[in-house]
């Protein structure tokens, strides 16, 4: 089976060592030939997980995506949400065709407020039923260090999902495996609106009580969003247990985690920086800021009461006072 990664950002790279640490031969896009050159030379990414090295012989780069997609069966995409439209430019359905697709990306794209299967769909005719998720509660950091991480992989078909999961089980990654391809994603982009908020509270120098309640009540809320897709688009993908990893577990890591760039963007906001200095200052993508603007345009056809988010979003879209806002939050928790 060959393998394609396209993405070389932190979690990309940490997807490459698990994938290239069980055997597997990739071809990897890696946008600039600048940093193909120096992974050539130096074995390691020059930009992010630097004490991660790779056996290069194993490693086939190109900056040309359309080589990447063309030579692999499997494509792990793992770039930002924002980024992947212009990232495929260039790839046709044709390219596309027949092929698998792991999607490891946690966001909406933010010009359609679409998750990547529906783009995926709408642009290229691509099948759900090739489609699949690489999700849950994990640190780029923690896997380069080799710290036990659980990943969730999910598809509509679950032998076919297994299939795949086999790909990435090693002594370091255990995984599991589920169905809810559309719960999961959902998840996995509304989780970083609530780190947004844990760090935003963090930031105004709440205590730990606080963050505690304040994330049962996220927990809580992104339930409710959760069953309210899965009623309103009739998928059947069994029983749905909330309290499993890549639902909860991803949720508490993001919101409590000094790894979470979505956390540590909101502690800047609570401290009063503005959103485009906390931007400058990360120099990295926060998916959460995208994503909550993007799913209140979403939930206006499921119409779920979504306090916390609305908050949120209140705050950094719309220019609201933090600490005012979440003094209206504290009347909303219980």
């Given at each position: 089976?060959?393998?394609?990664?396209?993405?070389?950002?932190?979690?990309?790279?940490?997807?490459?060592?698990?994938v290239t640490d069980n055997g597997h031969a990739?071809?990897?896009?890696?946008?600039?030939?600048?940093?193909?050159?120096?992974?050539?030379?130096?074995?390691?990414?020059?930009?992010?997980?630097?004490?991660?090295?790779?056996?290069?012989?194993?490693?086939?780069?190109?900056?040309?995506?359309?080589?990447?997609?063309?030579?692999?069966?499997?494509?792990?995409?793992?770039?930002?949400?924002?980024?992947?439209?212009?990232?495929?430019?260039?790839?046709?359905?044709?390219?596309?065709?027949?092929?698998?697709?792991?999607?490891?990306?946690?966001?909406?794209?933010?010009?359609?407020?679409?998750?990547?299967?529906?783009?995926?769909?709408?642009?290229?005719?691509?099948?759900?039923?090739?489609?699949?998720?690489?999700?849950?509660?994990?640190?780029?950091?923690?896997?380069?260090?080799?710290?036990?991480?659980?990943?969730?992989?999910?598809?509509?078909?679950?032998?076919?999902?297994?299939?795949?999961?086999?790909?990435?089980?090693?002594?370091?990654?255990?995984?599991?495996?589920?169905?809810?391809?559309?719960?999961?994603?959902?998840?996995?982009?509304?989780?970083?609106?609530?780190?947004?908020?844990?760090?935003?509270?963090?930031?105004?120098?709440?205590?730990?009580?606080?963050?505690?309640?304040?994330?049962?009540?996220?927990?809580?809320?992104?339930?409710?969003?959760?069953?309210?897709?899965?009623?309103?688009?009739?998928?059947?993908?069994?029983?749905?247990?909330?309290?499993?990893?890549?639902?909860?577990?991803?949720?508490?890591?993001?919101?409590?985690?000094?790894?979470?760039?979505?956390?540590?963007?909101?502690?800047?906001?609570?401290?009063?920086?503005?959103?485009?200095?906390?931007?400058?200052?990360?120099?990295?993508?926060?998916?959460?800021?995208?994503?909550?603007?993007?799913?209140?345009?979403?939930?206006?056809?499921?119409?779920?009461?979504?306090?916390?988010?609305?908050?949120?979003y209140k705050i950094l879209w719309e220019g609201?006072?933090?600490?005012?806002?979440?003094?209206?939050?504290?009347?909303?928790?219980?």
């Amino acid at each position: 089976m060959r393998i394609g990664i396209i993405g070389s950002g932190s979690w990309a790279t940490a997807i490459a060592k698990i994938v290239t640490d069980n055997g597997h031969a990739i071809h990897w896009w890696v946008r600039q030939q600048t940093n193909i050159d120096y992974f050539n030379k130096r074995h390691h990414n020059p930009h992010y997980l630097r004490n991660t090295y790779f056996d290069v012989a194993n490693i086939q780069f190109s900056e040309n995506i359309q080589q990447i997609v063309e030579a692999s069966d499997v494509l792990i995409i793992a770039i930002p949400s924002i980024h992947i439209e212009t990232s495929l430019d260039g790839v046709t359905a044709a390219m596309l065709k027949g092929k698998k697709i792991i999607s490891a990306v946690k966001g909406v794209l933010p010009k359609h407020n679409l998750l990547m299967h529906e783009f995926l769909a709408a642009k290229y005719q691509f099948p759900i039923a090739q489609y699949f998720t690489l999700l849950g509660p994990s640190h780029a950091e923690e896997v380069a260090a080799e710290q036990l991480t659980y990943l969730t992989f999910s598809g509509v078909n679950e032998l076919e999902t297994s299939q795949i999961a086999t790909l990435f089980a090693s002594d370091y990654i255990n995984t599991i495996v589920n169905t809810d391809v559309v719960g999961v994603q959902y998840a996995g982009v509304v989780k970083n609106i609530y780190a947004l908020g844990a760090g935003i509270a963090h930031g105004l120098e709440y205590g730990d009580n606080f963050l505690s309640v304040f994330i049962a009540n996220a927990a809580r809320e992104m339930q409710d969003l959760l069953k309210a897709i899965l009623q309103n688009e009739a998928r059947n993908c069994g029983t749905v247990n909330y309290n499993s990893s890549v639902y909860l577990g991803d949720l508490l890591v993001t919101c409590y985690s000094l790894h979470s760039r979505n956390r540590t963007f909101g502690n800047m906001i609570g401290k009063g920086y503005s959103v485009r200095a906390a931007e400058l200052e990360m120099n990295m993508v926060a998916e959460g800021y995208n994503a909550c603007k993007c799913v209140m345009a979403i939930n206006e056809t499921h119409g779920v009461n979504l306090p916390i988010i609305t908050a949120i979003y209140k705050i950094l879209w719309e220019g609201a006072n933090p600490q005012e806002t979440f003094k209206e939050v504290e009347q909303i928790l219980v």
